[in-house]
């Protein structure tokens, strides 16, 4: 877990920054959507305002050993066709890291990311096979990228305090907690919302965001505060992201993947866009502050196309 800073210009007051919270792409599974991801992120790729945060779990990760959701027939078969030479099989990790770098370069501007997490896939990776795939994943992109361009690697978690330079002086802060996921995922909506909505309790932040659980949702949670003048109570709220994924939930064929087999509910395929908006309220006692909004970025290729 690692805490970091990054300030951000506003040229005024109703100017909204948008960040987009994507991640579980699986790049190197047959049930990757790779055209439904890069078009998201094409559609914003030129805003000098919208950024973006990698929850993790971009790659799949998954070779032949004992893994439980190892099949061959759930190999994206282009490692096959661009790679003709049966020796690519022995470097599937390289060959995910190159794919998933390839197209991050071409659909998005890198300098615009906040920052990376590490999934659990990617931990797997680490733990059996030795290869730090998301520290490989941030140099190579570094290596594409102009000298001065620096990603940041949290880990599986961390909090990044978003510092607001409002021209004219002003100054305004978020803080995000941010965690890939944990623990397996809820057949019902109501169940992993309640999992991580105990975050609060424990780390502190104006707004957290999960990925892991392929689950596309935004829920503002109320809690009552003073107001500016210390003597009004007002009703503020925090908000839950998780951050849905890219992978499908079922095949379109005979051969299942693991979430038809383990009877997962279908997913719309999408990320989540939180919109950050600076207000002035200039009724005694004069103020600012940061008006949020979350809203799922749905693929237009729907749930399983």
């Known amino acids: 877990m690692r805490a970091i800073q990054k300030k951000i210009k506003v040229e005024n007051y109703n100017q909204s920054i948008r960040i987009i919270f994507w991640g579980d792409t699986h790049i190197g599974s047959?049930?990757?959507?790779?055209?439904?991801?890069?078009?998201?992120?094409?559609?914003?790729?030129?805003?000098?305002?919208?950024?973006?945060?990698?929850?993790?779990?971009?790659?799949?990760?998954?070779?032949?050993?004992?893994?439980?959701?190892?099949?061959?027939?759930?190999?994206?078969?282009?490692i096959f066709a661009e790679q003709p030479n049966i020796r690519v099989v022995?470097?599937?990790?390289?060959?995910?890291?190159?794919?998933?770098?390839?197209?991050?370069?071409?659909?998005?501007?890198?300098?615009?990311?906040i920052a990376f997490l590490v999934g659990n896939h990617e931990e797997k990776a680490a733990k059996y096979h030795g290869s730090d795939v998301s520290a490989r994943i941030v140099r190579e992109l570094e290596r594409k990228m102009p000298s001065n361009t620096h990603i940041e690697l949290l880990g599986v978690s961390g909090?990044?305090?978003?510092?607001?330079?409002?021209a004219g002086g002003s100054y305004l802060s978020l803080m995000i907690y941010v965690h890939h996921g944990y623990g397996g995922s809820s057949r019902t909506i109501g169940g992993d919302l309640t999992k991580y909505e105990k975050g609060f309790t424990y780390y502190a932040g104006d707004v957290h965001a999960y990925g892991h659980v392929h689950k596309l949702i935004a829920v503002p949670y109320d809690y009552a505060r003073p107001?500016?003048?210390?003597?009004?109570?007002?009703?503020?709220?925090?908000?839950?992201?998780?951050?849905?994924?890219?992978?499908?939930?079922?095949?379109?064929?005979?051969?299942?993947?693991?979430?038809?087999?383990?009877?997962?509910?279908?997913?719309?395929?999408?990320?989540?866009?939180?919109?950050?908006?600076?207000?002035?309220?200039?009724?005694?006692?004069?103020?600012?502050?940061?008006?949020?909004?979350?809203?799922?970025?749905?693929?237009?290729?729907?749930?399983?196309?």
């Open 90 to 113: 022995d470097a599937i990790l390289d060959w995910q890291i190159d794919q998933f770098v390839n197209i991050y370069v071409s659909s998005w501007d890198p300098r615009k990311n």
């Open 227 to 305: 107001d500016a003048s210390r003597k009004k109570i007002v009703c503020a709220n925090r908000w839950l992201l998780l951050t849905g994924s890219f992978h499908k939930s079922f095949s379109l064929n005979s051969k299942p993947n693991y979430s038809e087999e383990k009877g997962l509910p279908p997913r719309t395929l999408g990320a989540m866009l939180l919109e950050i908006t600076p207000r002035r309220c200039y009724k005694k006692p004069k103020h600012s502050y940061l008006e949020l909004e979350g809203r799922p970025l749905v693929s237009s290729r729907g749930s399983n196309e």
């Open 30 to 78: 047959s049930s990757s959507d790779i055209d439904a991801w890069s078009s998201i992120l094409r559609q914003f790729r030129d805003d000098p305002n919208t950024y973006d945060i990698c929850m993790g779990d971009v790659v799949d990760a998954i070779v032949g050993h004992d893994d439980k959701r190892w099949k061959l027939s759930q190999i994206d078969k282009s």
């Open 159 to 166: 909090f990044i305090t978003l510092s607001f330079d409002i």
